[in-house]
């Protein structure tokens, strides 16, 4: 059974930076495209980032210069480094393997960034 479980959530100052995890127990790591998704009160779901499983990535504009994504194969881990954190950067952040609607999702973690 595929679990994805998160961590690495909280609260941050505007500027400030935090670095998300997810670890993904199963075999749907390795072959798979992953991305983190994220959804603020109000809002629609949307993808944040993704990681192919040769390491091309793609972001959201909004985080582009900010946010970066990672993959460890040996730790089946998932990161996202975020700096430069922004109010509208606060949501539930998701991680999603594959990547894609039918894949599986973590629980979320929230990320709120005050000023």
């Known amino acids: 059974q595929v679990r994805l479980v998160e961590s690495g959530g909280g609260s941050v100052q505007t500027g400030g930076s935090l670095r998300l995890s997810c670890v993904v127990s199963?075999?749907?790591?390795?072959?798979?495209?992953m991305g983190w998704h994220r959804q603020a009160p109000g809002k629609q779901r949307e993808l944040v980032a993704s990681?192919?499983?040769?390491?091309?990535?793609y972001y959201v504009d909004s985080v582009k210069g900010r946010f970066t994504i990672s993959r460890d194969n040996a730790k089946n881990t998932m990161y996202l480094q975020m700096n430069s954190l922004k109010f509208e950067d606060t949501a539930v952040y998701y991680c999603?393997?594959?990547?894609?609607?039918?894949?599986?999702w973590g629980q979320g973690t929230q990320v709120t960034v005050s000023s």
């Open positions: 199963g075999s749907r790591f390795r072959p798979y495209a």
């Open positions: 999603n393997v594959p990547l894609g609607l039918g894949g599986d």
């Open positions: 990681i192919t499983p040769g390491g091309s990535t």
